[in-house]
Nanobody, 123 residues
């Protein structure tokens, strides 16, 4: 059984930064690519960032590219999302998830999800 637990969300002013963490249980963490998604009220869940097994390959949605950085520490079974230059449009619940294929962007290509952490950006 895999459990993913996000933390680090909160309220931040526009232009500010936050770092989200996702702690994974289970010994297979280092064998899977991981991703971050977000879901704003009334909107579909959307891909934000993904990272390969080793962490050498990262990829982003156009809306966050250049502002967000995904990383992982396989020794700590943790994946991170560093978010800079936040805007009110980044307000959403952020989820980490385990990918079932490389460079996955669709939620259907992720099999385990965390419970989410709220990020609110005030103007």
């Amino acid at each position: 059984q895999v459990q993913l637990v996000e933390s680090g969300g909160g309220l931040v002013q526009a232009g500010g930064s936050l770092t989200l963490s996702c702690a994974a249980s289970g010994r297979a963490f280092s064998s899977y690519a991981m991703g971050w998604f977000r879901q704003a009220p009334g909107k579909e869940r959307e891909f934000a960032a993904g990272i390969s097994v080793s962490g050498s390959i990262t990829y982003y949605s156009d809306s966050v590219k250049g502002r967000f950085t995904i990383s992982r520490d396989n020794a700590k079974n943790t994946v991170y999302l560093q978010m800079n230059s936040l805007t009110p449009e980044d307000t959403a619940v952020y989820y980490c998830a385990r990918a079932t294929m490389h460079r996955a962007r669709s939620p259907s290509n992720y099999d385990y999800w965390g419970q989410g952490t709220q990020v609110t950006v005030s103007s």
